[in-house]
């Protein structure tokens, strides 16, 4: 598989896989039908959908920022059977140069387990830091949801993707949008959970943002695209529109955690409210 990479200003940014997992069409686009959202992307014989998992290395010439880890490997037997991860992130880093050891920071957008899968992993009955020398961040608020556990979102998080590293300190948990380093920041941007952040990259005039689980793919452009997962769906709208205030005058490069086949795009609005993505290069 080819790792897409670009410069950005001074920094460069890789996108490393995970590989891809299968959800169920029609919650990944929620209450659009079946007969829209089939044009753009196919279903299995079983409804479901292949979806992405990418993360993006940063190399700013300083620090090697890791945002987002993926699905991880510790997924129960059930729901390996229900989303057949590939777990290939390290494998694929490892084939790009990349080891878990030259991480200095990791950043999670927010704590479902498709979103940190791998900042953890399980070694000879204890759970470890993939990344042993980073320092992870991560929002407060996610942290203090997953610990709720309450029925609509509980199978959303796996402590042993996080709790780990809060307790030894390794995780720092922020309070809204924060400067991680000359560069990197987070900015909040709520409705797929209140507390999700994306993650924003500046180099000499230059933007990218990893949008996260806001605008998974670059079929959930239109405002109402929206997943079945999103906790607060008008939410969601409301922080399209502000997102694309600044994303499309600015020529921000958006990043899409979860399309298998365009990591990242600009964006261009078109007549009657409508978005489209326009290939990196055009």
């Not at 037997?77 to 200095?104: C, F, H, T, W």
């Not at 830091?129 to 942290?143: Q, S």
């Not at 000499?204 to 605008?215: F, N, P």
């Not at 694309?244 to 795009?265: Q, R, S």
Request: glycine letters at 8%; aromatic letters at 10%.
């Amino acid at each position: 598989m080819t790792t897409p990479s670009l410069a950005l200003g001074d920094f460069e940014l890789t996108i490393f896989s995970d590989g891809i997992y299968y959800l169920d069409g029609g919650a990944f686009f929620g209450i659009i039908p079946k007969p829209l959202w089939q044009k753009k992307v196919q279903a299995d014989e079983t409804n479901r959908v292949a979806t992405g998992l990418n993360s993006v290395l940063v190399r700013t010439g300083k620090k090697t920022v890791l945002i987002e880890t993926g699905i991880g490997n510790k997924l129960g037997e059930r729901m390996q059977r229900i989303y057949q991860p590939q777990a290939k992130l390290l494998d694929n880093m490892k084939a790009g140069g990349v080891s878990p050891e030259e991480i200095d920071i990791v950043i999670n957008s927010h704590l479902h387990f498709d979103h940190c899968g791998w900042n953890t992993v399980r070694a000879e009955g204890k759970v470890v830091p993939t990344f042993p020398r980073a320092t992870y961040y991560a929002p407060r608020g996610e942290w203090e949801v997953a610990r709720l556990q309450r029925e609509r979102d509980a199978i959303s998080y796996i402590s042993d993707n996080y709790d780990p590293l809060v307790q030894s300190g390794q995780m720092r948990l922020l309070d809204g949008d924060a400067e991680i380093l000359p560069g990197i920041s987070v900015r909040v941007y709520s409705g797929h959970t209140r507390s999700m952040q994306a993650v924003m990259v500046e180099s000499r005039g230059k933007v990218a943002c990893y949008i996260s689980d806001l605008i998974p793919t670059t079929a959930h452009l239109d405002l109402t695209w929206g997943m079945a997962f999103d906790l607060y769906p008008l939410e969601t709208i409301e922080n399209k529109k502000r997102f694309y205030a600044e994303a499309i005058p600015d020529k921000w490069l958006v990043i899409f955690t979860h399309d298998p086949k365009v990591p990242w795009a600009y964006v261009e609005g078109l007549p009657q409210g409508r978005y489209q993505a326009l290939p990196v290069g055009a």
